[in-house]
């Protein structure tokens, strides 16, 4: 019996002690495993904050953070904006539905895309144009209205401050009611405007409606790169914003051009820009839909409504609490703040210093015509292009430091081709 209970410790002692390593290691996976859970839960966590971050929400704060990367305007991210998740649809927020939905501006057709971008394009060279060819008629103002140059100079001065004052309440209000309803208003209005510009019985008629004209113009400044925005993906966004951005400085360049012909054999200048006007507000018409992601989740939301029933349904942007007093009034202050803080902002400026010292220089000094004044802006307009060609080249250069960098972008990878510029500007001026 002793012999039989000390062989029964001894197996005891035995498996005791087997089973302690075993439960040593399932005690280790355990906590292994609670280690996954918690670290997985953390990244859950995090995911699904960043998701609510960049997904559309009811709070003021979640839709004033969606602005476009390209112009500062006011919309919805280029790729959260067809994001859908149980949240929102828990929530009964409206949202795209992906590439299915004909609602996303994104989804239109591509031919469709490169046509709004095309009309939007010449629509802001249109107004730009219109702001130079003004300076070919100083000649015809001082013999018609018996005025010296420099007050005929005045009408450039009150084009462009329209065109300065315009974004500041345009650009606020399209986020309200749409980018369409302020192309038509404001292009329609530039066409008017255009009209006394034409038949001046005085040179008090022509400045007041210039700064009308350019108050009106200045839409397309101001919100036409939104709707470039709207359209295209982050990937494919850089070639159709590279053509609108040039389009508002290749206008002022084409302007003294098209004016010294005109001016050179005719007194018709503003009615060229009446015929060119009618037609661009006319494919703003018919071609031109509204892109602004807020606004057509507004309309997909009145559709569910009236479809459903349920008036639970609500797009992001019925649901912020902003004024469109508060918001022109902050719309006011951003300017002055690039103004003093981006001095490159006020160097853009001397681009129309041009219009004043080219005729001076050439036609006094050199003795110029009119028509060959006007072809000596062409000089800036071949920079343009070479400027806007170039970019492929920069743009792959670009592409080139992210990879080498890990895939990280510095904001100093996008330095060098301002470098370059600011050392062609000097030595082209020399």
């Known amino acids: 019996m002793a012999h039989s209970s000390e062989s029964t410790k001894s197996v005891s002692d035995l498996e005791k002690g087997d089973s302690e390593p075993v439960q040593a290691t399932a005690q280790e996976e355990v906590e292994e495993q609670d280690e996954a859970e918690t670290r997985a839960r953390s990244v859950n966590a995090e995911s699904r904050k960043q998701d609510l971050h960049l997904r559309p929400q009811s709070t003021n704060r979640s839709v004033r953070s969606h602005h476009s990367y390209t112009d500062g305007y006011s919309h919805f991210g280029q790729d959260e904006d067809e994001k859908t998740g149980v949240d929102a649809a828990a929530s009964h927020e409206v949202?795209?539905?992906?590439?299915?939905?004909?609602?996303?501006?994104?989804?239109?057709?591509?031919?469709s895309k490169w046509l709004i971008v095309i009309i939007l394009a010449a629509s802001s060279m249109c107004v730009t144009c219109a702001s130079a060819l003004y300076t070919t008629t100083y000649w015809q103002l001082e013999r018609d209205f018996h005025i010296s140059k420099l007050v005929a100079t005045v009408g450039l001065t009150t084009f462009v401050m329209g065109l300065a004052i315009g974004p500041m309440i345009l650009s606020p209000l399209s986020e309200?009611?749409?980018?369409?309803?302020i192309y038509l208003a404001a292009f329609g209005m530039f066409f008017i405007w255009l009209i006394p510009c034409a038949v001046a019985p005085n040179a008090a008629t022509m400045l007041v409606a210039r700064f009308f004209d350019g108050l009106a113009g200045s839409a397309f400044l101001s919100v036409a790169g939104g709707t470039v925005g709207d359209m295209f993906t982050r990937e494919t966004l850089s070639m159709p914003m590279m053509i609108y951005t040039a389009s508002p400085f290749v206008g002022p360049q084409l302007g003294p051009v098209i004016g010294g012909f005109i001016n050179q054999y005719t007194n018709w200048p503003f009615y060229v820009l009446l015929i060119w006007?009618?037609?661009?507000?006319i494919s703003i018409f018919f071609f031109v839909p509204e892109t602004y992601a807020p606004v057509l989740l507004r309309r997909k939301a009145i559709k569910l409504r009236k479809e459903t029933g349920d008036e639970s349904w609500k797009a992001p942007i019925?649901?912020?609490?902003?004024?469109?007093?508060?918001?022109?009034s902050w719309s006011i202050v951003r300017p002055f703040q690039l103004l003093v803080f981006e001095p490159m902002c006020l160097n853009l400026c001397i681009l129309y210093l041009f219009f004043g010292a080219f005729p001076l220089v050439f036609g006094n000094n050199h003795g110029f015509q009119q028509w060959q004044t006007g072809l000596s802006f062409l000089g800036i307009f071949v920079g343009t292009v070479i400027g806007i060609c170039s970019?492929?080249?920069?743009?792959?250069?670009?592409?080139?430091?992210?990879?080498?960098?890990?895939?990280?972008?510095?904001?100093e990878f996008r330095l060098p081709p301002t470098v370059v510029g600011a050392l062609l500007v000097p030595a082209a001026l020399f």
């Not at 309200?176 to 309803?181: E, Q, T, W």
């Open 391 to 411: 970019d492929v080249l920069w743009r792959r250069h670009y592409a080139k430091l992210v990879r080498n960098n890990n895939d990280v972008s510095e904001p």
């Open 176 to 181: 309200f009611y749409g980018r369409r309803a």
């Open 318 to 328: 019925e649901k912020m609490d902003r004024s469109v007093l508060t918001t022109v």
């Open 277 to 281: 006007a009618g037609i661009q507000w």
């Open 95 to 111: 949202q795209f539905d992906g590439d299915a939905d004909p609602y996303s501006p994104k989804n239109r057709r591509l031919v």
